[in-house]
């Protein structure tokens, strides 16, 4: 049996166990008590899409990736509901459901390229997404996006792409799928 020292603390996440490695356990804590902090102080020090991006090392004995990254979707939708609830109060809600209905365009526009050629390629020596698998999920979105069919953030925030060469750029992928899931986001 091992001795706890006062100073250390319950962990606020399961540990990897093993070999697992998880996320750096003192850079998630200072990110969620960062957000937190926006939240309850109603800034605008964080944003939804800033959640979305936030990358944390893997080390031995850190937080466990999933019960993490099921967290930081909670905080990403409790911001993404303020600011929608801001935006209606300031300019109504027609104005955000005429921009969320912009972006969806947009997004729809880009994705009506052809089959295997919707986002930029990587040249033959280097890897991107394999393009078949981005071509599924593009046209789940498109069949949410146009027809209504169902379609979760949690999905596409799951969403893993094998590499292949000469595969999609992953920075526009990436980006595309950040739009959609704003997109899914304002129409909660």
């Given at each position: 049996?091992?001795?706890?020292d006062?100073?250390?603390?319950?962990?606020?996440?399961?540990?990897?166990?093993?070999?697992?490695?998880?996320?750096?356990?003192?850079?998630?804590?200072?990110?969620?008590?960062?957000?937190?902090?926006?939240?309850?102080?109603?800034?605008?020090?964080?944003?939804?899409?800033?959640?979305?991006?936030?990358?944390?090392?893997?080390?031995?004995?850190?937080?466990?990736?999933?019960?993490?990254?099921?967290a930081?979707?909670?905080?990403?939708?409790?911001?993404?509901?303020?600011?929608?609830?801001?935006?209606?109060?300031?300019?109504?809600?027609?104005?955000?459901?005429?921009?969320a209905?912009?972006?969806?365009?947009?997004?729809?526009?880009?994705?009506?390229?052809?089959?295997?050629?919707?986002?930029?390629?990587?040249?033959?020596?280097?890897?991107?997404?394999?393009?078949?698998?981005?071509?599924?999920?593009?046209?789940?979105?498109?069949?949410?996006l146009?027809?209504?069919?169902?379609?979760?953030?949690?999905?596409?925030?799951?969403?893993?792409?094998?590499?292949?060469?000469?595969?999609?750029?992953?920075?526009?992928?990436?980006?595309?799928?950040?739009?959609?899931?704003?997109?899914?986001?304002?129409?909660?």
């Amino acid at each position: 049996m091992t001795e706890i020292d006062d100073d250390e603390t319950t962990p606020a996440f399961r540990l990897a166990s093993g070999r697992e490695r998880g996320y750096h356990r003192v850079a998630v804590d200072t990110f969620l008590a960062a957000a937190r902090d926006s939240f309850e102080d109603d800034t605008d020090d964080l944003f939804a899409a800033d959640v979305r991006v936030a990358s944390f090392p893997l080390v031995k004995g850190g937080y466990d990736i999933g019960e993490v990254d099921a967290a930081l979707g909670r905080v990403e939708d409790a911001l993404a509901a303020r600011q929608r609830e801001r935006v209606v109060r300031a300019d109504g809600a027609e104005a955000w459901v005429d921009h969320a209905r912009s972006d969806a365009q947009l997004i729809l526009d880009h994705l009506a390229r052809s089959r295997r050629h919707k986002f930029a390629r990587t040249g033959f020596l280097s890897f991107g997404y394999r393009v078949d698998e981005v071509d599924h999920v593009a046209a789940r979105i498109v069949r949410y996006l146009r027809d209504g069919d169902e379609l979760s953030v949690e999905q596409l925030r799951s969403a893993a792409f094998r590499m292949q060469r000469g595969g999609y750029r992953e920075e526009q992928v990436d980006a595309l799928m950040d739009a959609t899931i704003d997109v899914i986001l304002a129409v909660r």
